[in-house]
């Protein structure tokens, strides 16, 4: 969570000059990140599956990442991390939908509250 809290303000620091190289930059960084761990992990086997899917997760990550500096640029920070941060909404929706993946009426609640959450916040 810290680390996160961390994410959304250096990237609200470096992205009001120029989003393309702020996310090129990240995108290193996490790149670096990963070469660190990488010698600590048992040599990794190709799955193609999982390389599709990484593959789609990193593409996806890159357009929001750009879409959310682009909303930095544009808005309050305090207003566009907490939208941000809803994502889950849409995991939950595409897991039930696609996945069929189940969802208790307790948790539903917690999307309800969520979206009025988003109602809140934008006024």
Do not use: D, H
Not at 35 to 42: A, N, W
Request: proline share 5%.
């Amino acid at each position: 969570m810290v680390l996160w809290g961390f994410w959304a303000f250096f990237l609200k620091l470096a992205g009001n000059q120029n989003p393309y190289l702020t996310l090129t930059a990240s995108a290193i960084g996490s790149v670096l990140s990963v070469l660190c761990v990488f010698p600590f992990k048992p040599i990794w086997t190709v799955s193609y599956p999982i390389a599709f899917w990484g593959l789609a997760a990193g593409f996806a990550g890159t357009v929001g990442m750009f879409l959310f500096l682009a909303a930095l640029q544009r808005g309050k920070t305090p207003i566009v991390v907490t939208l941000t941060a809803l994502y889950p909404l849409v995991t939950i929706i595409l897991s039930v939908s696609i996945l069929r993946e189940t969802v208790t009426l307790k948790q539903w609640l917690g999307v309800a509250l969520a979206l009025v959450a988003i109602a809140l916040i934008a006024k």
